[in-house]
């Protein structure tokens, strides 16, 4: 324990005592617990490369929260990681997260787009609920389960699907909105229409970037 951090078993922070806007997690860390739960002081947050797991709460009700990036080894998002951060508007998923729990980011308020990575196979319940401002989502070809309350309250949002996709089938099923985009391969997010395939988005990670 310092004077900022608890840190517990296989490096888990368990709790930040501080009171900083901005906060730099040390480097080791593997996983965060729910530290900064209700915490109103953090503005900004710079994550390791060592982490690997944002646990159930990490985040919940950080209400000034709006900066924060998500290194590229962290596979599982937890529980209602970022519930209620909704000062949120931007914010990226490396293509190696795995998992997003329920109501991960429900009511991130001022959050405009969400690309789910490639290896996401399921929205999880109330996932993306009551983000008012949500215009952009994007759910990869890999998703074979979509959560009927996945979207509720977040009105105004378009869905992007690959077609012929079982998540097509999903949201037809469901009864929920949405458009085509070709694939996400690569880093890369593809838009297709009648006439022309368009990179609307690069997710991955690379320095040096080779354009198909």
């Not at 710079?46 to 009700?61: C, H, L, M, N, R």
Request: hydrophobic share 40%.
């Amino acid at each position: 324990q310092t004077d900022e951090f608890v840190i517990v078993g296989s490096q888990i922070l368990l709790k930040y005592n501080g009171n900083k806007h901005r906060v730099e997690i040390p480097f080791g860390i593997a996983a965060i617990s729910d530290a900064f739960e209700e915490n109103i002081s953090i503005e900004s947050v710079e994550i390791p490369e060592s982490v690997t797991s944002i646990g159930q709460y990490a985040f919940k009700d950080a209400v000034n929260l709006s900066s924060i990036t998500i290194p590229d080894k962290v596979t599982t998002i937890g529980t209602g990681a970022f519930q209620n951060c909704r000062r949120i508007s931007s914010l990226q998923l490396p293509e190696s997260v795995k998992t997003v729990g329920a109501d991960a980011f429900n009511g991130c308020e001022w959050l405009t787009e969400m690309i789910f990575p490639s290896g996401v196979s399921q929205l999880s319940a109330r996932v993306l609920r009551n983000c008012t401002s949500l215009i952009d989502v994007h759910i990869p070809e890999g998703v074979i389960k979509i959560d009927k309350t996945a979207f509720t309250g977040s009105d105004n949002i378009n869905i992007q699907v690959a077609p012929g996709s079982e998540a097509e089938e999903l949201l037809t099923a469901l009864e929920i909105p949405y458009t085509y985009y070709l694939l996400q391969k690569d880093g890369f997010v593809y838009n297709r229409d009648s006439e022309s395939v368009q990179i609307v988005k690069y997710v991955g990670a690379l320095y040096d970037v080779e354009i198909p």
